[in-house]
Nanobody, 114 residues
Framework: QVQLAESGGGLVQPGGSLRLSCAAS????????MGWYRQAPGNQRRSVAF???????YYVDSVKGRFTISRDNAKNTVYLQMNSLKPEDTAVYYC????????WGQGTQVTVSS
């Protein structure tokens, strides 16, 4: 069973940047559409961005132009570069495939606050 481990979250001021990483324990990136998801307090987990094996990307409207998803197949790692962060980006961020195939990791907390 592939395990997913997210990291890179933290506390950042509005307008700041963070880079999240998701390390997979197996070589799945080249054959799967990978995604970042987030869950804010009291809300359901929602999609943020996807990256397919061909390099095509998809972003929800609220993060377009600010977030960039990428991957390093050799490192089995997916990244999410987040710029111009807003308080509404505060959430726990997770990665997984799309559709979901693996058990969710612990996620990484992102808090945007002054």
């Amino acid at each position: 069973q592939v395990q997913l481990a997210e990291s890179g979250g933290g506390l950042v001021q509005p307008g700041g940047s963070l880079r999240l990483s998701c390390a997979a324990s197996g070589s799945i990136l080249s054959s799967r559409q990978m995604g970042w998801y987030r869950q804010a307090p009291g809300n359901q987990r929602r999609s943020v961005a996807f990256l397919d094996p061909s390099g095509n990307t998809y972003y929800v409207d609220s993060v377009k132009g600010r977030f960039t998803i990428s991957r390093d197949n050799a490192k089995n790692t997916v990244y999410l570069q987040m710029n111009s962060l807003k308080p509404e980006d505060t959430a726990v961020y997770y990665c997984n495939t799309n559709p979901i195939e693996y058990i969710w990791g612990q996620g990484t907390q992102v808090t945007v606050s002054s």
